[in-house]
């Protein structure tokens, strides 16, 4: 695991709707330091209580929606930097100390994790495929040539809210790559391990969920391009 600086601080969302089970898991990996917003998106399996029980800070979110979920923890971050990670310990957020360290080091203004499957099944054909015919549409609309649409990130917190995203479904992710196109940022993509989720998939865990989150993802892609303050770099 890389250091970051120490003298940077730093949030990291994590959207949640049902993940008590895999919660220990990804709150013991969180860096020493950094604060941990659990988004409790509904959840009725003592998800809050899990993550309250290892010291992350609980926001309430009513509002049904991934991106929902992952903007009540955008205005509830303070930090100068801010991470979103998922809550199904699919991802470990312990690798985004890289990212920050990048972001800090005016290395790039936005840095995604780029999906490795470690074992087969981790990553269903359907969600793949998705995931695909997203990367070539994206590249498409803003000539990025990104291979994977991850929810691992890192920015600065006052800089993402500049871009002021408004997408509430799952086309977040994708909006705020969009825009920070838009915006100028400078954008990089690092491998990263992609492990089997625990308990079932919200979005992607069918090809009837897929294409709801590809179709909200579409209009996302449709929106002209909007004039947006260039706010990444330092």
Request: glycine share 10%.
């Amino acid at each position: 695991m890389t250091d970051c600086p120490v003298d940077v601080t730093v949030d990291v969302v994590l959207p949640c709707l049902n993940e008590a089970e895999a919660l220990p898991w990804v709150l013991t990996r969180i860096p020493a330091g950094w604060r941990a917003l659990v988004v409790d998106n509904g959840s009725t399996d003592g998800s809050a209580d899990v993550a309250r029980s290892f010291g992350a800070t609980v926001v309430p979110e009513s509002r049904r929606g991934f991106g929902a979920a992952c903007h009540a923890g955008l205005l509830a971050a303070a930090a100068e930097f801010v991470c979103f990670c998922d809550c199904d310990a699919s991802l470990d957020p312990g690798l985004l100390t890289g990212f920050v360290r990048t972001v800090a080091a005016n290395g790039a203004d936005l840095v995604l994790g780029r999906r490795r499957p470690q074992v087969r099944g981790a990553w269903p054909s359907h969600a793949r495929a998705g995931n695909l015919a997203l990367s070539r549409m994206l590249r498409r609309r803003t000539g990025l040539r990104l291979h994977d649409l991850g929810p691992l990130r890192a920015m600065r917190r006052e800089a993402l809210l500049g871009l002021d995203l408004t997408d509430r479904r799952s086309g977040y992710p994708l909006q705020m790559v969009v825009r920070a196109a838009d915006a100028g940022w400078r954008i990089r993509e690092e491998a990263v391990p992609y492990l089997p989720r625990a308990g079932k998939s919200k979005v992607t865990g069918t090809w009837r969920g897929t294409w709801h989150a590809v179709r909200d993802m579409r209009a996302v892609l449709a929106e002209p391009p909007r004039a947006t303050v260039l706010g990444g770099a330092r």
